[in-house]
Nanobody, 120 residues
Framework: QVQLVESGGGLVQAGGSLKLSCAASGRTFSRYSMGWFRRAPGKEREFVAAISWSGGSFYYLDSVRGRFTISRDNAKNMMYLQMNSLKPEDTAVYYC?????????????WGQGTRVTVSS
């Protein structure tokens, strides 16, 4: 059973930046893909970004590509989401997710979320 704890959310003005972190424990972090999802007020949860076990493959939601960067540090059991040029529509609770396979596929475990609010 993997445990995930997100941090780094907060309030930022449009155009600003935030870096989210996800600390993982409870299983061999480096063997599995990881991802970020978000749930905006009144909307369904949506995929934001994902990264393979090695960091060699990554995927992004079209609306964040070029602004967000996902990364991981397997030595520290950490995953990150650098968010630049933030827009009000990025406002959401962001969730860290642990994959079930080394390459990006299904996600089976979730953190408690960290709130990001982007003011216009």
């Amino acid at each position: 059973q993997v445990q995930l704890v997100e941090s780094g959310g907060g309030l930022v003005q449009a155009g600003g930046s935030l870096k989210l972190s996800c600390a993982a424990s409870g299983r061999t972090f480096s063997r599995y893909s990881m991802g970020w999802f978000r749930r905006a007020p009144g909307k369904e949860r949506e995929f934001v970004a994902a990264i393979s076990w090695s960091g060699g493959s990554f995927y992004y939601l079209d609306s964040v590509r070029g602004r967000f960067t996902i990364s991981r540090d397997n030595a520290k059991n950490m995953m990150y989401l650098q968010m630049n040029s933030l827009k009000p529509e990025d406002t959401a609770v962001y969730y860290c997710a642990a994959g079930s396979t080394p390459e990006v596929g299904d996600f089976g475990s979730w953190g408690q979320g960290t709130r990001v609010t982007v003011s216009s």
